[in-house]
């Protein structure tokens, strides 16, 4: 079992910057691949970043490319989600994940273990 931790939500106005922290105990993060998700009110969970495990390749989703970047330090068992240009539309509750998998990342069947969440709103 792999027990993920999510910590560095908040509010911000938008065009500012946040980093989120997740950490993982119970295994040794180095054996996953990493990502983020989030989940606006009333709409569907969406990809936001994976990270390969030892993050020599990450994927980021549309809505966020060229804004956020998602890196990990095995040593330490953190995944981190630096988000720059913080628009309205980011609002949402913020989930850490770890899969096994080596396809399907975006998607979120792929991940056998989640956090539970931190909210991030960004205020226009």
């Known amino acids: 079992q792999v027990q993920l931790v999510e910590s560095g939500g908040g509010s911000v106005q938008a065009g500012g910057s946040l980093r989120l922290s997740c950490v993982a105990s119970g295994r040794t993060l180095s054996r996953y691949v990493m990502a983020w998700f989030r989940q606006a009110p009333g709409k569907e969970r969406e990809f936001v970043a994976a990270i390969s495990w030892s993050g020599g390749t990450t994927y980021s989703g549309g809505a966020v490319k060229g804004r956020f970047t998602i890196s990990r330090d095995n040593a330490k068992n953190t995944v981190y989600l630096q988000m720059s240009s913080l628009k309205p539309e980011d609002t949402a509750v913020y989930y850490c994940?770890?899969?096994?998998?080596?396809?399907?990342?975006?998607?979120?069947?792929?991940?056998?273990?989640w956090g539970q969440g931190t909210t991030v709103t960004v205020s226009s």
């Open positions: 994940a770890a899969s096994e998998a080596i396809s399907g990342l975006r998607y979120g069947s792929a991940y056998d273990f």
